[in-house]
Structure formats: structure tokens, C-alpha cells
């Protein structure tokens, strides 16, 4: 009994030691990269060098994550339309659609909402279609494959993107757009159906303007009869009050 104790508080402090012990960083970071599917770390020269020709398979990085894309090479191969994206990250690339050589950039700060959820769609269509192979040093993850204050920056602007499409996407529901048409003679249109806007519902509402908080300009929304007196809608001039359409005249 007292033997299997010893050699168990042993054990424990062998591995605590070996765990521990700054000469085998390497291990650990070799258990923390397969345990998170990232397997290398890639300096930005080495994975140039992963484009068809140098190095066989062809590689690029989004957001500093690296996928093998070799399989989709009638895409990436030389000459080929994407090439410009292989052997780097070339992230802001992907939104502002700029392909010649000097317009390549990772730096993805300033980008809008919208931008920053379209890239996003993009990590997550790589992560899919392809194998992720590791992680690029750089402006997104450091020497150790942590993320750096950039790379975490970036994930909380994505993050709250999600956040606030998902407030839209509420106000949307909830103040469904108008329909809107124009015609030459009898000027704009605005009317409300049932599935106005996109959005299918069991109401139809009448066309308001609808003020956002903190915004000087409105939208045209169907407005429910419960929303009708709420201090952010105003009637459109002319428009009876229950009406589903309203002609605004030539605006
Ligand atoms: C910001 C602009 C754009 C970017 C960043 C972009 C990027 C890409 C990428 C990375 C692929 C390869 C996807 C894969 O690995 O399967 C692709 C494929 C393709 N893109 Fe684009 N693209 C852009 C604009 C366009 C435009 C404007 C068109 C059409 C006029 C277009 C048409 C296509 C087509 C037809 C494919 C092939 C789809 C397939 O074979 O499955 N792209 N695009």
C-alpha cells in the first residue's frame, strides 16, 4: 500500500516537474497545438514558400489561421484568380476585393460591421471546405500561438458585430421595412403586407416613419396597432391614418 503511494506521489511530481520545466515548452506547446487542431505555428517566410511551387501544397491565412487549400487549386494555383491570396494573410483582401500585389493587406482594423461579420463568413467557409494546418506569427497570434491584443481586439469587434446585427435583426422584426415602389407620374409608394420586408408575419401594420434611437433620419416601417404612439414613428403627410399605402408624391 505504502509502495503504490510513493510511486504514485512520484509520478505526480515527475510529470508536475516535466509539466513544468522550461526546456520542454516545446512538448507542451506540441500537446496544446494538436489538442486545438492547430498544428504549426508558421513564420510569415515559411509560409510563402507553401504556394504550388516552392513547397507543393499551397497554404493561406485568414485572421492568421492557416488553411492547406491545395484542393481547390484550379482557384489558387499561379495563374489562377485567388492566387494573390496564397502564401500569406490576406484578410482585408477578401472585403475590399483589391488583388494587385500592393494592395495586399491583413490589417483588418476600420472595417464596418457588415465587413467584419462578411470576413468572419469566410473563416468559418475555410474552416468547412478546408483543413486548417496551423497559425501564421504575426499581427493575430504571437511566437507562442496566443492570440496578441490585435488578434483579440479583432475577435471582440467580430464579436460585437454579431451582437449588434442581432439588435437589427430584432428591430427588424419587430418594425418590419415598407414595400416601395416609384412611378414617374404618380411619384413614390410606400405599403405594407404581411410579408413586407422579408419579414412573414401574421400582421400587416401601416407605413410610419420610423426614427432609430439617436438618429436624425427614418425609415419607412409597418407599424403594428399596438406601436402606433410610440414617440420614435411619426405619420407620413397625407397618408390616412389606416391606410396599408401611402403616396409620398415625387421624393
Ligand atoms: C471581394 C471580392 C471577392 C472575393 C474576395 C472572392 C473570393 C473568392 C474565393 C476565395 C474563391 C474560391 C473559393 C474556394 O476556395 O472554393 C472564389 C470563387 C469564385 N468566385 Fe469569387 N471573390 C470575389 C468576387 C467575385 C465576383 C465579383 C465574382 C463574379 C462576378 C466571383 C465569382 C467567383 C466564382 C464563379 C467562383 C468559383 C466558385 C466555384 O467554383 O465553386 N467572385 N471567390
Known amino acids: 500500500m505504502l509502495k ?3 510511486y504514485t506521489a512520484f509520478l505526480t511530481f515527475f510529470i508536475s516537474v516535466f509539466y513544468n520545466y522550461s526546456y520542454f515548452d516545446y512538448i507542451k506547446k506540441y500537446i496544446y497545438y494538436n489538442k486545438n487542431n492547430s498544428k ?30 491545395t484542393k481547390g487549386a484550379q482557384h489558387y494555383g499561379s495563374g489562377q484568380t485567388y492566387n494573390v491570396f496564397v502564401g500569406r494573410d490576406a484578410s482585408r483582401n477578401f472585403i475590399d476585393g483589391k488583388f494587385n500585389d500592393e494592395d495586399i493587406s491583413d490589417d483588418i482594423i476600420g472595417l464596418d460591421d457588415k465587413e467584419l461579420l462578411s470576413l468572419d463568413k469566410w473563416l468559418k467557409f475555410y474552416k468547412k471546405e478546408y483543413k486548417k494546418v496551423g497559425l501564421l506569427i504575426g499581427k ?6 496566443s492570440l496578441t491584443q490585435y488578434g483579440k481586439e479583432v475577435r471582440s469587434l467580430i464579436k460585437k458585430a454579431y451582437k449588434a446585427q442581432g439588435i437589427e435583426d430584432a428591430l427588424k422584426k419587430k418594425y418590419p421595412p415598407c414595400n416601395i415602389e416609384y412611378d414617374a407620374i404618380k411619384g413614390s409608394r410606400v405599403w405594407c403586407s404581411n410579408r413586407s420586408g422579408g419579414i412573414e408575419r401574421d400582421w400587416i401594420g401601416v407605413p410610419r416613419q420610423f426614427y432609430e434611437t439617436g438618429s436624425q433620419s427614418y425609415r419607412c416601417a409597418c407599424i403594428s396597432k ?23 408624391g415625387n421624393v
Open 226 to 248: 399596438e406601436d402606433l404612439n410610440l414617440g420614435n414613428i411619426k405619420e407620413y403627410e397625407n397618408c390616412q391614418l389606416n391606410s396599408i399605402s401611402c403616396y409620398l
Open 4 to 6: 503504490y503511494f510513493c
Open 40 to 69: 504549426k505555428l508558421f513564420s510569415p517566410e515559411e509560409l510563402r514558400s507553401y504556394n504550388g511551387e516552392i513547397k507543393q501544397e499551397i497554404y493561406l491565412a485568414l485572421l492568421g489561421n492557416v488553411f492547406d487549400v
Open 140 to 145: 493575430h497570434y504571437d511566437d507562442n500561438g
